[in-house]
């Protein structure tokens, strides 16, 4: 055997693995995205009702002045964290508005 024969016949064998690899990971592709859809159908209606229930609970939360304060008080002392020690300071300040 040749050296030019050898090296048609390492093209052939890589040219079937390529073709068997292709192969593999189309059929690999189309059972993932047949899983996904499959996954989601069965999910669909139960996380449909899960947000159904969060934005239901949502419209009904109402937030309170008071609520308001503290969240603000909150965020203003994350915000300047030198004010943790004046963080009743600014509580009592909200409160008092």
Do not use: C, P
């Not at 055997?1 to 050898?6: A, G, L, R, S």
């Amino acid at each position: 055997m040749t050296k030019q024969d050898e090296v048609k016949i390492r093209k052939m064998i890589q040219g079937q693995i390529d073709k068997a690899l292709k192969s593999e990971r189309k059929l690999r592709a189309s059972e993932i995205k047949t899983e996904i859809s499959v996954t989601w159908k069965k999910h669909e209606k139960e996380i449909k009702t899960f947000m159904k229930k969060e934005l239901d609970k949502l419209d009904k939360e109402k937030m309170s002045k008071e609520d308001i304060k503290t969240i603000i008080g909150k965020a203003f002392i994350r915000q300047y964290r030198f004010m943790w020690e004046k963080g009743k300071f600014v509580t009592s300040y909200l409160n008092d508005i």
